[in-house]
């Protein structure tokens, strides 16, 4: 794939073996879309990005310098996903964060999959991987991945398109690598955030959209047995946006939804 | 801090941005004792890396490549600590994992502590960041190791040597970087590691110890309030070996112990 990538500024440098990124997965991250050199919604991922870093206690970088560094690995591209992550940095052996971090940054383009492929109606499956509990982490985008993994890993079926994951009570709380919506008697409902999951951007668009146009939105705690009930599913992330779902194998299949596509509309 | 640092081998290469060990904490560490340029115990880091590695998907690296590596950094080192970190290697983008993974080896050395100062009494507190359940991941030294690093930073009194952790539902678990053991009425009771946390290796050589000299074990779910009675308490890693506890803050303090120091004497 066709990209570029910087690390803390420079084209060449690589990540040194003591960051605490890869030591201990200490530091966050976010996957964004571009189009014609631009992030639409740099603005939303600064402001998660901002509220990660307060939650794990070490300081963002300057936006500005964030939003330089995406500019130059967009350079001549199109429609372009960057990845921008930040670690807590270098740090001696030990859990313990260090008192002064040099935080690290890596900021990674890379040329978009064409949007009209990934807007087709998708195939789910549902994981066996649960998800932890741990509000303190909750709705973070951190690089503590590994039930993401785990999970991704249980199936290799190219029919399937993504795996919906519970918590380890058993409630629906999200995809591998997205959020989940149901349609249900004509009311928007996603699962709540609370102890596990990712809040992701793209999820925050679609529930201010559905305030907007004056849809009624529930977010609460979500049994899995709803989603054999659900009108309509579709799932959301920062590249891919609104994806409806055609079927959850095994449970059920869907036809194309009225409110799905509202919705489609006005967050294109 | 003295020592050396291999990476795939060589003395001068970084870890690549896109390691999957960075981007997602997929991989996995030992962090062990060794004396005199050997690591005594380093059969028993290498089976459990072997079963961390099968757990995760992806091939363990030739043990005699390992042992050759450890071998390296502590060239002309004493008393020494080795953290072997392996990592899925690099990756695209995305928490599938690719099917042909290029497993990434770091080898560092340093000079460890002197032991003397280790093994004087801890002083320990229980910490409020608790740890999710997952057995699917319960027991690996995996990279996903960020309820760790908040656990650490909710003090930074020097006068507390280590905080215990709870599981998400209120059990006794083991403590941020050591596994913990109870006395109770002549027997030795430690936390089953079945949803959560990490089994280290000194747990095992404890327990095989224990077995050895004819102490009762028990390994079973623990509440917290047995500390408060509990006849003796020490916790256990594979730099420090065993170290008694003294206090846990506001619970209550301890006096030497006799069966803790018996099995101090016959693990050293």
Redesign the interface.
């Known amino acids: ?1 066709i990209g570029r ?1 910087l ?1 803390n500024g420079s084209e060449t ?14 530091g966050l ?1 976010e ?1 964004m879309a571009a189009t014609g050199g631009r992030i639409p919604r740099l603005p939303l991922h600064l402001a998660r990005l901002e509220d990660g870093c307060r939650r ?2 070490f300081p963002m970088p300057p936006a500005s310098l964030i939003e330089d560094e995406c500019e130059r690995v967009l350079e001549g591209m199109g429609t372009a ?1 960057v ?1 921008l ?1 930040i ?1 807590r940095g270098p740090g ?6 260090t008192a002064d971090p040099s935080v690290t940054r ?1 900021v ?1 383009s ?1 040329a978009a999959r064409p949007r009209g492929d990934a807007l087709e109606p998708a195939v789910l499956r549902i994981c066996d ?6 509000p ?2 909750a709705g973070l985008k ?12 249980e199936w290799d079926d190219p029919g399937i398109d993504e795996g919906l994951m519970l918590s ?1 009570d058993g409630r629906l709380v999200c995809a ?2 997205a959020n989940v919506f149901l349609v249900e008697d004509g009311r928007l409902v996603t699962p709540a955030i609370r ?2 999951g990712v809040a992701g951007v793209m999820r925050q668009v679609v529930l201010a959209a559905a305030a907007d146009i004056g849809l009624p939105v529930v977010v609460e705690d979500v049994q899995p047995d709803r989603l054999a009930t659900a009108d309509e599913l579709f799932f959301t992330n920062a590249v891919v946006g609104i994806r409806p779902v055609q079927e959850l194998v095994g449970v059920r299949r869907w036809a194309a939804g009225e409110i799905t596509r509202k919705l489609m509309d006005c967050t294109a």
Chains 1, 2 share one sequence.
């Not at 605490?20 to 200490?26: C, F, H, S, T, V």
């Not at 951190?142 to 890993?153: F, T």
């Open positions: 794939m990538r690390v440098a690589g990540i040194a073996a003591d960051d605490r990124g890869l030591q201990y997965g200490d991250f996957t794990l206690k996903t990845k992550t670690t001696p052996r030990g859990y313990r964060p890596i990674v890379s991987t649960r998800m932890g509990l741990n303190l982490l951190h690089l503590n991945r590994l039930e993401q993994v785990m999970a991704c890993s380890s591998t690598a102890d596990c």
